[in-house]
């Protein structure tokens, strides 16, 4: 069965720093990879998947993430942190053929 | 504005009671998927319908129950309810059944049993 550790429960980052949230997978075969945010009294929004390609993939409000296949990770990347980036953060992970599989999730807290 | 519907926004009822959710997917989107968000449990997957079939089952306890209608819309019954079924229900759309598409969530249903 897949499943996903966000290892880190808080990120405090300064604003216009870089943030990385971390996340790492288990699954059979090649994975689909996803990263949503939830912003308060909110539904998850859709930020970014890699599915195959390039191991650098580009999203939605500057975010990135790097696809590592060695190392299970999957690593959500932003070179400079707004305030309103603060949110919760999750990754999520499916082999192709079952429902996606989500993290704990990572609160993000960008310090003006 | 995810183009993702739920009704109602809140919901206040008691132990033993019944409800029922409401979801409507995005224009054109086949596939639903109910989730339910609590403190102590993150983020779990309860059951995915697609095209008025159910397509996955989730950790849905024998209390709940869904459907998908002709129209699209998702139901989401729960029943003989307990304390700790408080919690945030999400409901979300995808295009097709694909696992690989992304996505589209609506803002959420908060229960809470009293």
């Known amino acids: 069965a897949q499943s996903v550790a966000q290892p880190e429960d808080q990120v405090n980052v300064a604003e216009g720093n870089p943030l990385t949230v971390k996340c790492t997978y288990s699954?059979?075969?090649?994975?689909?990879l996803f990263w949503y945010v939830q912003y308060p009294n909110r539904g998850l929004q859709f930020l970014l998947k890699y599915i195959t390609g390039d191991n650098l993939v580009k999203g939605s409000y500057g975010f990135e993430a790097e696809f590592n296949k060695s190392q299970t990770s999957f690593h959500l990347k932003k070179p400079s942190a707004l305030v309103s980036d603060s949110a919760l953060y999750f990754c999520?992970?499916?082999?192709?053929?079952?429902?996606?599989?989500f993290g704990k999730g990572t609160r993000l807290s960008v310090i003006a | 504005d995810s183009g993702v519907t739920q009704t109602p926004k809140h919901l206040i009822t008691a132990t033993g009671q019944r409800v029922t959710l409401r979801c409507s997917p995005r224009?054109?989107?086949?596939?639903v998927y109910w989730y339910q968000q609590s403190l102590d449990q993150g983020l779990q997957f309860l059951i995915q319908y697609y095209n008025g079939e159910e397509r996955a089952k989730g950790n849905i306890l024998e209390r709940f129950s869904a459907q998908q209608f002709p129209d699209l819309h998702s139901e989401l019954n729960l029943s003989s309810l307990e304390l700790g079924d408080s919690a945030l229900y999400f409901c979300?759309?995808?295009?097709?059944?694909?696992?690989?598409?992304?996505?589209?969530f609506g803002p959420g249903t908060r229960l809470t049993v009293t």
């Open positions: 999520a992970v499916t082999p192709g053929n079952t429902p996606l599989v």
């Open positions: 979300a759309s995808s295009a097709l059944g694909l696992e690989g598409y992304e996505q589209y």
């Open positions: 224009s054109g989107d086949l596939s």
């Open positions: 699954v059979s075969g090649n994975p689909y």
